[in-house]
């Protein structure tokens, strides 16, 4: 494995330098500095446990209407349940910056539903389809974090579509705030034939004995969860707040490689290996000593300073080490080897062979876009094809499990009749799309609709290239990278820009970026091409361009 490249001061290339706060003076790290909040969202933290907004919203709220919700609730504290206001519709990209959040809110929601790696049966798939249908308008999308979320939500919809998820099993409970955000878990765990471990135990777990907990319902800001024990390296470790990632103990046997403080936002930073080995019966108190050791040394004086990263930046991967296992461990991690670099495809499309000799096929949504007839029909289809589990992935794509191998091209036909393609085209089977203008209130520009168009398009100008390698392209409503601008080999950074006098919707170009695990030699961020910006509406002619520049004098193997 390579050595993990971070920017190291002024020049982040595809972001802003990960700089600690300012020494000598309160940064709000609660053991040394007190708890004093010294913000307004520490101080709405502080003024009542987050958590507490549930009870408010099943006996006030819902039935006073959305006007009886306070400030506090309505942009903070709904947050621990999943619930985002989303943005009013008709408010152009170019206002965003000049209107307050309550300007931007529209008076319904956005519902995140959080998957920690559970699958989905078919009769969560049902009830999944049938509340998208009946209380949010037909919305429903994977996310590039495995989680579902449906918008257009009302407020007093909602204590019924809680019961109805609830009842089957799916839950919001901190899918959203400062808290242990949704668990990333390798899609193939437990049917991958390659596999190191199995991870599925270790994730329940976790989700299982802390969500909900007091104790770490106040983070700094949110902490990120990840574990695969594929081969593939397929839920981007380095960009976790906290990794597990399979590898093999010569005295131990299969256990974790620990990867710590990956984030990217507008200052991307890559988790940095601890060098430490997880015994799987290790896991729960690796975990639990690591979000408290984030709880009370995070920095909390500026929200833009509150992530892991930063704290990393500061202390370095040996001093963490130390800090995690005399303060907060109680005992050494013994030390252990990094992954092999990644074998196999990490998007999983296409049929696979199980470890029981069943098959999984994997199918793209175009940029993770379902809806609420789309999943009743998957429901259908997976009962008619003998299976009971259907997966997300960190790609925005949908794992159908267990098909028997005399059902396999039933189950192909089906997806595809879906639009869930088991076969796309090199272009969009590697493009990633955020919300962007239609629901974001931080966005600028469209995004799914110019993404998957884009995708389209691209596939059919450059079947004539024969890329040894896919390219991947992020395409990102604002700044805020939640799809990853930074390590796509084309990463595209939503902003309004000026062509020909005009102010029209546009991007940032980024290039070069990429994860080990997206088949790279080694971890690294995209360098932002300095003042090149494309316009939306030009954006499939400028990658044509880009790709067919690079694929003409591209060297063997590059
Ligand atoms: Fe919204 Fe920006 Fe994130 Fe896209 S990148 S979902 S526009 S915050």
Same mark, same amino acid.
């Given at each position: 494995?390579?050595?993990?490249?971070?920017? %190291?001061?002024? /020049?982040?290339?595809?972001?802003?330098?990960?700089?600690? %706060?300012?020494?000598?003076?309160?940064?709000?790290?609660?053991?040394?500095?007190?708890?004093?909040?010294?913000?307004?969202?520490?101080?709405?933290?502080?003024?009542?446990? %987050?958590?507490? @907004?549930?009870?408010?919203?099943?006996?006030? $709220?819902?039935?006073?209407?959305? =006007?009886?919700?306070?400030?506090?609730?309505?942009?903070?504290?709904?947050? #621990?349940?999943?619930?985002?206001? +989303?943005?009013?519709?008709?408010?152009?990209?170019?206002?965003?910056?000049?209107?307050?959040?309550?300007?931007?809110?529209?008076?319904?929601?956005?519902?995140?539903?959080?998957?920690?790696?559970?699958?989905?049966?078919?009769? +969560?798939?049902? &009830?999944?389809?049938?509340?998208?249908?009946?209380?949010?308008?037909?919305?429903?999308?994977?996310? =590039?974090? +495995?989680?579902?979320?449906? *918008? #257009?939500?009302?407020?007093?919809?909602?204590?019924?579509?809680?019961?109805?998820?609830?009842?089957?099993?799916?839950?919001?409970?901190?899918?959203?705030?400062?808290?242990?955000?949704?668990?990333?878990?390798?899609?193939?765990?437990?049917?991958?034939?390659?596999?190191?471990?199995?991870?599925?135990?270790?994730?329940?777990?976790?989700? =299982?004995?802390?969500?909900?907990?007091?104790?770490?319902?106040?983070?700094?800001?949110?902490?990120?969860?990840?574990?695969?024990?594929?081969?593939?390296?397929?839920?981007?470790?380095?960009?976790?707040?906290?990794?597990?990632?399979?590898?093999? *103990?010569?005295?131990?046997?299969?256990?974790?490689?620990?990867?710590?403080?990956?984030?990217?936002?507008?200052?991307?930073?890559?988790?940095?290996?601890?060098?430490?080995?997880?015994?799987?019966?290790?896991?729960? /108190?690796?975990?639990?000593?690591?979000?408290?050791?984030?709880?009370?040394?995070?920095?909390?004086?500026?929200?833009?300073?509150?992530?892991?990263?930063?704290?990393?930046?500061? #202390?370095?991967?040996?001093?963490?080490?130390?800090?995690?296992?005399?303060? $907060?461990?109680? $005992?050494?991690?013994?030390?252990?080897?990094?992954?092999?670099?990644?074998?196999?495809?990490? /998007?999983?499309?296409?049929?696979?062979?199980?470890?029981?000799?069943?098959?999984?096929?994997?199918?793209?949504?175009?940029?993770? !876009?379902?809806?609420?007839?789309?999943?009743?029909?998957?429901?259908?289809?997976?009962?008619?094809?003998?299976?009971?589990?259907?997966?997300?992935?960190?790609?925005?794509?949908?794992?159908?499990?267990?098909?028997?191998?005399?059902?396999?091209?039933?189950?192909?036909?089906?997806?595809?009749?879906?639009?869930?393609?088991?076969?796309?085209?090199?272009?969009?089977?590697?493009?990633?799309?955020?919300?962007?203008?239609?629901?974001?209130?931080?966005?600028?520009?469209?995004?799914?609709?110019?993404? @998957?168009? &884009?995708?389209?398009?691209?596939?059919?100008?450059?079947?004539?290239?024969?890329?040894?390698?896919?390219?991947?392209?992020?395409?990102?409503?604002?700044?805020?990278?939640?799809?990853?601008?930074?390590?796509? /080999?084309?990463?595209?950074?939503? +902003?309004?820009?000026?062509?020909?006098?005009?102010?029209?919707?546009?991007?940032?170009?980024?290039?070069?970026?990429?994860?080990?695990?997206?088949?790279?030699?080694?971890?690294?961020?995209?360098?932002?091409?300095?003042?090149?910006?494309?316009?939306?509406?030009?954006?499939?002619? $400028?990658?044509?361009?880009?790709?067919? !520049?690079?694929?003409?004098?591209?060297?063997?193997?590059?």
């Amino acid at each position: 494995m390579s050595p993990i490249k971070n920017p %190291p001061t002024s /020049d982040a290339g595809a972001g802003r330098a990960i700089r600690p %706060p300012r020494a000598g003076r309160a940064n709000g790290q609660w053991r040394i500095d007190g708890r004093k909040p010294l913000n307004p969202n520490e101080v709405v933290k502080q003024d009542g446990d %987050p958590l507490g @907004a549930h009870d408010r919203i099943l006996s006030t $709220y819902a039935a006073a209407g959305f =006007d009886a919700i306070p400030d506090d609730d309505l942009h903070t504290r709904f947050r #621990w349940w999943g619930l985002y206001t +989303q943005r009013k519709q008709g408010i152009d990209g170019g206002r965003t910056a000049q209107l307050s959040p309550a300007e931007l809110s529209d008076r319904y929601f956005m519902q995140r539903v959080r998957m920690d790696g559970q699958s989905l049966s078919v009769k +969560q798939m049902r &009830v999944l389809g049938r509340a998208s249908n009946e209380f949010a308008r037909g919305t429903l999308d994977v996310t =590039d974090r +495995q989680n579902l979320q449906m *918008h #257009w939500i009302q407020i007093e919809s909602v204590p019924e579509l809680w019961r109805r998820l609830e009842e089957a099993g799916l839950i919001t409970i901190e899918a959203c705030g400062d808290t242990p955000r949704g668990i990333l878990v390798s899609p193939v765990a437990g049917i991958d034939p390659d596999e190191i471990i199995d991870p599925s135990a270790a994730a329940a777990q976790i989700r =299982d004995t802390f969500l909900g907990n007091p104790e770490i319902s106040n983070l700094p800001r949110k902490f990120k969860t990840a574990f695969t024990g594929s081969p593939t390296l397929d839920i981007l470790h380095e960009i976790n707040d906290i990794a597990y990632v399979g590898v093999n *103990h010569p005295e131990y046997g299969p256990g974790y490689d620990l990867w710590i403080a990956g984030a990217l936002s507008t200052a991307p930073f890559l988790g940095q290996r601890l060098g430490a080995f997880v015994r799987p019966d290790q896991v729960s /108190d690796v975990w639990w000593a690591a979000i408290r050791l984030f709880r009370d040394y995070g920095y909390r004086r500026l929200r833009n300073k509150a992530r892991l990263k930063f704290l990393m930046a500061e #202390w370095g991967p040996e001093k963490f080490r130390r800090v995690l296992q005399e303060e $907060y461990l109680g $005992y050494e991690l013994a030390d252990g080897p990094a992954p092999a670099p990644p074998a196999g495809e990490a /998007d999983h499309i296409g049929v696979h062979r199980q470890k029981d000799g069943h098959y999984w096929i994997g199918g793209i949504p175009p940029v993770g !876009r379902l809806s609420g007839d789309t999943m009743l029909g998957l429901a259908d289809l997976a009962e008619t094809v003998g299976s009971d589990r259907v997966r997300t992935t960190p790609l925005q794509n949908i794992l159908l499990l267990d098909v028997p191998a005399e059902r396999v091209d039933e189950a192909v036909a089906g997806l595809r009749e879906l639009g869930i393609d088991p076969d796309p085209g090199p272009f969009t089977r590697s493009l990633l799309a955020c919300t962007g203008l239609e629901f974001c209130k931080f966005a600028i520009v469209e995004t799914k609709s110019l993404a @998957a168009r &884009v995708g389209a398009e691209l596939d059919a100008r450059l079947a004539d290239l024969n890329l040894e390698r896919r390219i991947s392209i992020s395409v990102n409503g604002c700044p805020n990278s939640c799809v990853r601008i930074q390590i796509a /080999d084309i990463g595209l950074k939503g +902003q309004i820009i000026t062509v020909d006098g005009q102010q029209v919707p546009g991007f940032q170009v980024h290039l070069g970026g990429g994860l080990a695990s997206a088949g790279h030699e080694e971890a690294e961020l995209g360098r932002t091409v300095r003042g090149l910006k494309v316009a939306a509406t030009d954006l499939t002619d $400028y990658i044509e361009r880009v790709v067919r !520049r690079y694929a003409a004098g591209r060297t063997a193997g590059e």
